[in-house]
């Protein structure tokens, strides 16, 4: 790697950055933090400052594009597209998912990626026994029992609340994963960044958060209306 790359995460209520220099220097970091849009340039900075680079020396700036919390995915991609795009670093997306089996180092398998949406609905995604992922969708625990015959380990910030639905259904069969494989490791998110970025710089419509389902604004406006016709 011979890129100065900078990854931030705004897909959950925390604030997670971090960073892979040219020279092989890493630092992240996590902070719970109500709110995301004041504390993300200033959370920059401190990162900026343990490894000895100023904003204007990265190279690549990587985004989890989601899918996780609407108005923190707003935020990261928004915050790091107006500066990208200002100065001329290129943006790269990189989803939930990719960030996640990015992040999957030394796992056994079956597993789950589960990322809370609303209720008792999440985004999942599931690794057989083999290791293969299956597509990403949005279900709930019901979706899921019927593929998994033995013990599986779940992964992802909805991985506590998923098990916890779980055992209401089917006990002993579903484990949630250690913090740290709860949220995206973030130098695995560089490199996942470096590995799919094809070389171009963004404009502001090149990137935007990756939802999968509409927002809890758009449902209610999306009722309203249907009410009102």
Not at 68 to 83: D, E, P, Q, V, Y
Not at 200 to 226: G, V
Request: glycine fraction near 10%; include cysteine; hydrophobic fraction near 40%.
């Amino acid at each position: 790697m011979d890129m100065n790359i900078l990854a931030v995460d705004t897909s959950t209520t925390e604030l997670g950055i971090g960073i892979v220099t040219g020279s092989g220097d890493e630092y992240a970091q996590r902070w719970k933090e109500i709110g995301h849009s004041e504390p993300l340039f200033p959370r920059i900075g401190f990162v900026l400052d343990r490894v000895d680079l100023g904003s204007g020396e990265i190279d690549l700036l990587a985004v989890v594009s989601g899918p996780g919390s609407f108005t923190g995915l707003r935020i990261g991609m928004a915050g790091l597209l107006g500066w990208g795009v200002s100065v001329g670093i290129p943006v790269q997306p990189v989803d939930t998912f990719a960030a996640m089996r990015a992040s999957l180092v030394d796992v056994t398998y079956p597993l789950l990626v589960a990322i809370h949406s609303r209720g008792d609905e999440f985004y999942l995604q599931f690794y057989s026994s083999s290791g293969d992922a299956a597509e990403p969708y949005v279900g709930g625990v019901d979706s899921i029992v019927g593929q998994v015959s033995g013990d599986c380990l779940v992964c992802g910030s909805g991985a506590e609340k998923f098990v916890e639905l779980a055992a209401t259904v089917i006990r002993d069969r579903f484990r949630p994963a250690p913090l740290e494989l709860r949220t995206p490791n973030l130098i695995s998110v560089c490199r996942e960044a470096e590995r799919t970025f094809d070389g171009k710089a963004n404009s502001d419509y090149d990137a935007e958060p990756y939802y999968m389902t509409l927002s809890q604004a758009e449902i209610n406006f999306e009722n309203n209306t249907s009410r009102d016709l």
